[in-house]
């Protein structure tokens, strides 16, 4: 879930409502209003895909069948991608082992591979791959 907030005009302004938009168009995303006001300055957003960049723009709505639009104000941001799952690692040799796992149901870049010391809790190998 994500909670996006915006300051609106002044109180003596005439508007009637805000319009949010978002980029890219994911049909699971659900948006809710937790205040039930129509002027309320905050939605709750649910069901955003993990790991993906969007863009929202929110604009204050003046009318009701003859609409006018404020220019919009624009934010971004990217979602937490899911963590792997059913990580398997296997020795090699003395030196080496090696790891598999199932990738997460999510948009990312890669991945950030790291080794600890098991006894002294030191990173002996780092990568991204």
Same mark, same amino acid.
């Given at each position: 879930?994500?909670?996006?907030?915006?300051?609106?005009?002044?109180?003596?302004?005439?508007?009637?409502?805000?319009?949010?938009?978002?980029?890219?168009?994911?049909?699971?995303? /659900?948006?809710?209003?937790?205040? #039930?006001?129509? +002027? !309320?300055?905050?939605?709750?957003? %649910?069901?955003?895909?993990?790991? $993906? =960049?969007?863009?929202?723009? /929110?604009?204050?709505?003046?009318? #009701?069948?003859? +609409? !006018?639009?404020?220019?919009?104000? %624009?934010?971004?941001?990217?979602? $937490? =991608?899911?963590?792997?799952?059913?990580?398997?690692?296997?020795?090699?040799?003395?030196?080496?082992?090696?790891?598999?796992?199932?990738?997460?149901?999510?948009?990312?870049?890669?991945?950030?591979?790291?080794?600890?010391?098991?006894?002294?809790?030191?990173?002996?190998?780092?990568?991204?791959?």
């Amino acid at each position: 879930s994500l909670v996006i907030t915006w300051l609106g005009p002044p109180d003596w302004t005439d508007y009637d409502d805000f319009e949010l938009q978002w980029t890219p168009k994911d049909s699971t995303v /659900v948006v809710f209003n937790p205040y #039930n006001t129509v +002027k !309320s300055k905050g939605r709750i957003i %649910q069901k955003l895909h993990p790991g $993906r =960049p969007y863009t929202f723009s /929110v604009r204050t709505v003046s009318g #009701n069948s003859l +609409k !006018s639009f404020s220019e919009p104000v %624009q934010a971004h941001i990217r979602t $937490r =991608p899911d963590k792997i799952q059913h990580i398997r690692c296997r020795p090699q040799s003395s030196t080496a082992v090696s790891c598999s796992w199932t990738h997460p149901d999510s948009d990312y870049d890669g991945y950030d591979v790291k080794c600890y010391h098991l006894d002294k809790k030191e990173l002996v190998y780092s990568r991204r791959i």
